[in-house]
């Protein structure tokens, strides 16, 4: 049972079998229910499979929290930190739902190639060997491969910190650089927030994977991700409050560069890249600077 908060996006699922402001053009399985009655939704689930943004996902827990069944699973497929205290949202489901076994559901998975059916593969995170064997039975098809890591912590910093590694991508596309731009950028993007991952308590290897350089490659790349978007838009001249009143959709890189940011100072951590997105999304820098003030940075060793 799906739980939309709009009444009629519930009826159009229900009756169409469709969702056309956010998957345009593409059919949900026949089989998929959905309700706008939050215990209806979940009262009777097993599994509690929240995909609510950051910025409203503790109050959606919280209203939640009273309608789940005790010990049930809950499992996080949001991307970022909580603004105000920097938490992940596995903390954050610990805190709102103590008693309940906690993971995340990561990696390159854009919405519209799964539910065109192409292949996909993800990571189900949790420190429960049980509960992880359990959930990859409960979210593996033919298509979709999911593999377990008990490495919450890594898994899931590296699904918020790509998001602005994406921005960055993205910026340089707009700018009009070339594909060796957009290389680099992505693999010290990818050393940026390993280095910080692994500070904060991840193991290297995950960013090596799935949810690591899989969905940081997914989310540079690919034009249906929201965060390169945006960085592409910032490339052409606009600012991030046109883009943003343009968009319908939330694009969490936008938010997160403020706490990465911040992390890279409580972690003493250098974030460069961070940093330039940081000043070009939040204090009207150029995107043009932004790129020359990375490349002004002294040359280290890898």
Request: with cysteine; glycine share 10%.
């Amino acid at each position: 049972m799906l739980w939309a908060r709009r009444p009629e996006v519930a009826t159009e699922i229900n009756e169409r079998h469709t969702n056309e402001r956010y998957l345009p053009d593409l059919k949900l399985h026949e089989d998929l229910r959905a309700t706008s009655d939050l215990e209806e939704a979940v009262s009777r689930a097993d599994v509690l499979v929240v995909g609510v943004p950051t910025s409203g996902f503790r109050e959606a827990l919280s209203a939640a929290s009273a309608y789940l069944r005790p010990w049930v699973p809950v499992v996080s497929l949001s991307k970022g930190f909580e603004r105000d205290t920097r938490l992940r949202m596995s903390e954050v489901i610990t805190e709102e739902m103590p008693g309940h076994p906690v993971a995340i559901l990561t990696g390159p998975n854009l919405a519209k190639e799964i539910l065109a059916g192409d292949a996909a593969a993800a990571v189900v995170a949790t420190e429960d060997p049980r509960i992880a064997e359990t959930l990859q039975d409960v979210f593996s098809t033919e298509l979709f491969r999911v593999y377990t890591n008990d490495d919450v912590i890594g898994c899931e910093l590296g699904g918020a910190l790509k998001n602005v590694i994406a921005l960055a991508s993205g910026m340089a596309d707009g700018l009009g650089t070339g594909d060796n731009t957009r290389a680099a950028v992505i693999t010290r993007g990818l050393a940026e927030l390993t280095q910080l991952g692994v500070a904060m308590g991840g193991r290297p290897e995950s960013f090596a994977g799935l949810a690591g350089m899989g969905d940081l490659l997914a989310t540079c790349l690919s034009t249906q991700s929201r965060n390169r978007h945006v960085g592409e838009e910032l490339g052409k001249g606009k600012t991030i409050d046109q883009i943003i009143e343009e968009m319908d959709q939330v694009a969490e890189g936008v938010k997160t560069c403020a706490i990465v940011k911040e992390l890279g100072v409580e972690y003493d951590v250098p974030v460069p890249i961070t940093y330039e997105i940081y000043r070009v999304c939040h204090e009207g820098g150029s995107p043009y600077d932004a790129y020359r003030g990375l490349l002004k940075r002294k040359v280290t060793t890898e």
